[in-house]
């Protein structure tokens, strides 16, 4: 069984994968994203739920585990979409979605079945288990872009780096 969230406290993440982050490089997200993390500590989040996918994902919850060691009380969720999401990726990008799933204080499989509802699924998991959406978001359609559309329909705190230009 998982581990209590405690939703009044917890903050997720949204954002698109690497290839789909033109305007911005993998150092500014990853930036961004720990300025970000560091507030929402400051404002007195505790609990982060990843949902695990290449990129913003993972970076952040590689960050809220760096932080974990300053910070001994926040605790990192991961939300996967599926059992074997990962299993087409890269080997790095496996490797670190394998360390990340070890040390998460629990995780969650939203769906048995791959698919693309089982990642819409996830997303709105996520937004339904936290009260702050941080969101990498670039202007194109997909995915994050329901996700936010979606945290702000349910008066979500909605966090997100702003498209260039």
Known sequence: MMKEIDVKHACSFTGHRPERLNQYSEKEVVNWLDQQIDAAVENGYTDFISGMQRGVDIWAAEIVLKKKKEHENIRLFAACAFPGMERQWESSWIERYND????????????NNPGRAAFYARNEWMVDHSSR????????PGGTLDTIKYAEANGRDVIQICKKG
């Open 133 to 140: 959406v941080i969101a990498v978001y670039t202007g194109a």
């Open 100 to 111: 990340i799933f070890k040390l998460a204080d629990d995780h969650v499989f939203v769906r």
